[in-house]
Nanobody, 125 residues
Framework: QVQLVESGGGLVQAGGSLRLSCAAS????????MGWFRQSPGKEREFVAT????????VYADSVKGRFTISRDNAKNTVFLQMNSLKPEDTAVYYC??????????????????WGQGTQVTVSS
């Protein structure tokens, strides 16, 4: 069992930056593929970024490529999402997720077993 707790969300102006963190409990964090997803009101949850169990093979949604960076620190059981050049359309609740099924990470929601409670990111224009 893994518990995930996101932090770092907030209100920022367009063009600004935020760094989200996701702290995981449990001793097997390093064996999970990790991902970030987001959901805006009235929209389905969508893929943002994913990273493999060793921290390689990052994959990004086209909408955030070149602006967001996913990373992880297995010694600290934490995964990060550095978000730069933020746009109003990035406004959403951001969720981190852990996958036992796919240690390389995935862009598919149904491959994730554990989810955090989410953190709100609001980008003003």
């Amino acid at each position: 069992q893994v518990q995930l707790v996101e932090s770092g969300g907030g209100l920022v102006q367009a063009g600004g930056s935020l760094r989200l963190s996701c702290a995981a409990s449990g001793r097997t964090f390093s064996t999970y593929g990790m991902g970030w997803f987001r959901q805006s009101p009235g929209k389905e949850r969508e893929f943002v970024a994913t990273i493999s169990w060793r921290g390689g093979n990052p994959v990004y949604a086209d909408s955030v490529k070149g602006r967001f960076t996913i990373s992880r620190d297995n010694a600290k059981n934490t995964v990060f999402l550095q978000m730069n050049s933020l746009k109003p359309e990035d406004t959403a609740v951001y969720y981190c997720a852990a996958s036992q099924k796919n240690i390389f990470g995935s862009s598919y929601i149904n491959e994730y077993d554990y989810w955090g409670q989410g953190t709100q990111v609001t980008v003003s224009s």
